[in-house]
């Protein structure tokens, strides 16, 4: 008799030889697996994501196209996946990104900044008025608070003398929500929005406003009844959903990044619409992975700003160099197509942001 030399997998059940199986990859066990065993298993499982990273990462950032090349050859295990390896690097930049910009306390420190400046300006309007100077004027907190001469101050002649010292400017945050004079009316005689429904329903069909008019005029009039509390909370509200909203518009960019690289090499039939979908996998998560290199490591390190210009030099001709690699054209036409392919993208991140300001502010 023959020995067996096959045997059952554990986990899919199938039918196997040797120590691993061939449908699903796990390890064969003949007896219950060991706590030496269970960490062999980690170790090993640590050190081959270990090896796969920086096997992904060094060709990524530094030789740009090598990356998409090789996987669009098909030598893809020995990689991340794109997919993944933009996940991962998406999820890092805008962590640290959220971490290191957060909007409610910057709203807090601008308020209490504002609320400094202005009260320095009253002493300052107090000062003149009754022809004294004896303010520190070096207690302003921000050397923004400049540009505006106090016009209204009585003493003309000690305004024109003492110019320098009164060119303030209050910094309290003026928020602006008018888009036409019709609107700014409303606002300024604090018309609700049932009395804007109202009026609108009086007009004529062909001077009434649009849906989506009446909409964004509606949520206006009821953020300014609310005051200058309200249209603050409102604006940092708008500011945190648009900030966070931004990581799945750029998701959603991608394909679209993919779609104009396809538009711009239709006629190499050798490329399918995947490979520039690898691309540009590739491409955002080398711009996330640089951002973080420059802005947030090495500019710590050195406290300087340096290294975001570089890395911003750096990602912008990755891209160029990547495109000339892959697609293997003359430089010139390469060259264009990078122009075009800038010129495209940047519209279509514009529309993107107006779209994004939109929904956010419908949401709130």
Same mark, same amino acid.
Request: charged share 20%; net charge positive; hydrophobic share 45%.
């Given at each position: 008799?023959?020995?067996?030399?096959?045997?059952?997998?554990?986990?899919?059940?199938?039918?196997?030889?040797?120590?691993?199986?061939?449908?699903?990859?796990?390890?064969?066990?003949?007896?219950?697996?060991?706590?030496?065993?269970?960490?062999?298993?980690?170790?090993?499982?640590?050190?081959?994501?270990?090896?796969?990273?920086?096997?992904?990462?060094?060709?990524?950032?530094?030789?740009?196209?090598?990356? $998409?090349?090789?996987?669009?050859?098909?030598?893809?295990?020995?990689?991340?996946?794109?997919?993944?390896?933009?996940?991962?690097?998406?999820?890092?930049?805008?962590?640290?990104?959220?971490?290191?910009?957060?909007?409610?306390?910057?709203?807090?420190?601008?308020?209490?900044?504002?609320?400094?400046?202005?009260?320095?300006?009253?002493?300052?309007?107090?000062?003149?008025?009754?022809? $004294? $100077?004896?303010?520190?004027?070096?207690?302003?907190?921000?050397?923004?608070?400049?540009?505006?001469?106090?016009?209204?101050?009585?003493?003309?002649?000690?305004?024109?003398?003492?110019?320098?010292?009164?060119?303030?400017?209050?910094?309290?945050?003026?928020?602006?929500?008018?888009?036409?004079?019709?609107?700014?009316?409303? =606002?300024?005689?604090?018309?609700?929005?049932?009395?804007?429904?109202?009026?609108?329903?009086?007009?004529?069909?062909?001077?009434?406003?649009?849906?989506?008019?009446?909409?964004?005029?509606?949520?206006?009039?009821?953020?300014?009844?609310?005051?200058?509390?309200?249209?603050?909370?409102?604006?940092?509200?708008?500011?945190?959903?648009?900030?966070?909203?931004?990581?799945?518009?750029?998701?959603?960019?991608?394909?679209?990044?993919?779609?104009?690289?396809?538009?711009?090499?239709?006629?190499?039939?050798?490329?399918?619409?995947?490979?520039?979908?690898?691309?540009?996998?590739?491409?955002?998560?080398?711009?996330?992975?640089? =951002?973080?290199?420059?802005?947030?490591?090495?500019?710590?390190?050195?406290?300087?700003? =340096?290294?975001?210009?570089?890395? =911003?030099?750096?990602?912008?001709?990755?891209?160029?160099?990547?495109?000339?690699?892959?697609?293997?054209?003359?430089?010139?036409? $390469?060259?264009?197509?990078?122009?075009?392919?800038?010129?495209?993208?940047?519209?279509?991140?514009?529309?993107?942001?107006?779209?994004?300001?939109?929904?956010?502010?419908?949401?709130?």
């Amino acid at each position: 008799m023959e020995e067996k030399t096959t045997h059952e997998c554990k986990n899919c059940s199938e039918e196997s030889e040797g120590q691993f199986c061939s449908f699903c990859g796990q390890r064969y066990h003949a007896h219950k697996e060991s706590f030496g065993e269970l960490v062999y298993e980690f170790v090993s499982d640590f050190l081959h994501f270990d090896s796969r990273f920086f096997k992904t990462v060094f060709p990524l950032l530094f030789s740009p196209g090598k990356l $998409t090349k090789s996987y669009n050859a098909g030598k893809q295990r020995s990689q991340f996946h794109p997919i993944r390896l933009y996940l991962f690097s998406s999820f890092v930049y805008f962590f640290l990104f959220f971490y290191f910009n957060n909007v409610e306390e910057q709203f807090e420190n601008e308020n209490n900044t504002a609320n400094s400046d202005t009260a320095i300006i009253d002493s300052i309007k107090h000062d003149i008025q009754h022809g $004294t $100077t004896g303010k520190a004027f070096n207690d302003i907190n921000d050397s923004s608070v400049i540009n505006k001469v106090l016009s209204d101050t009585p003493n003309s002649k000690l305004l024109s003398d003492k110019k320098e010292y009164i060119a303030l400017q209050d910094t309290e945050r003026q928020i602006a929500f008018t888009v036409t004079p019709y609107i700014d009316s409303l =606002l300024k005689k604090n018309v609700t929005p049932k009395e804007y429904i109202k009026l609108q329903q009086s007009m004529s069909k062909e001077k009434r406003a649009g849906f989506f008019e009446r909409i964004i005029t509606q949520r206006l009039l009821k953020i300014n009844l609310e005051g200058e509390a309200g249209k603050k909370e409102f604006f940092k509200k708008l500011i945190a959903t648009f900030s966070h909203n931004i990581p799945k518009m750029l998701f959603f960019l991608l394909p679209v990044f993919a779609l104009l690289l396809k538009l711009l090499y239709i006629r190499r039939k050798q490329f399918y619409y995947v490979d520039h979908a690898v691309l540009s996998l590739h491409y955002f998560s080398f711009m996330f992975l640089m =951002l973080i290199l420059g802005n947030y490591i090495l500019n710590k390190i050195f406290g300087t700003d =340096l290294f975001t210009a570089l890395s =911003l030099l750096w990602i912008t001709l990755y891209l160029l160099i990547a495109m000339k690699r892959l697609y293997m054209q003359s430089w010139i036409k $390469t060259l264009g197509k990078f122009i075009a392919l800038g010129f495209l993208f940047l519209i279509t991140i514009l529309f993107s942001l107006m779209v994004n300001l939109a929904w956010s502010a419908f949401m709130i």
